[in-house]
């Protein structure tokens, strides 16, 4: 099972740990790649995903997977579909070589790089 380690408290609520590490796998994410999908799935799929970023990036893409196949740590920011992006802003740090889901639709909005690999 793949977790996130130093999950803030306000991302729990939103946020689980995949059940299967079939469930968090790069899927169709290139090497060096930061990808978000905008669906739930399990093992192999063909679906291409919302975001496929190499750099530091910003805007708003429907997400409910993802998984960060670089070698750095990330900080993604994002708010949930139900609040319309009046809600509050939530940031969460994933580790490289990881991923999970969302357990509600949100957009994401943000993907920063961490200064220092092991923050997460």
Not at 16 to 43: F, H, I, K, L, R
């Amino acid at each position: 099972m793949i977790t996130l380690a130093a999950v803030p408290v306000a991302f729990l609520g939103v946020m689980a740990s995949a059940p299967s590490a079939s469930a968090a796998v790069p899927g169709n994410c290139p090497e060096d790649t930061v990808c978000v999908w905008s669906n739930w799935w399990y093992g192999d799929t063909d679906v291409p995903p919302s975001l496929a970023t190499e750099s530091e990036w910003s805007g708003s893409v429907p997400g409910r997977q993802f998984y960060n196949n670089t070698a750095r740590d990330i900080t993604m920011t994002y708010v949930l579909v139900q609040d319309e992006g009046r809600g509050p802003v939530h940031t969460a740090c994933v580790n490289r070589k990881q991923g999970s889901y969302f357990t509600v639709p949100v957009s994401v909005t943000k993907v920063t790089w961490e200064e220092t690999t092991g923050r997460c």
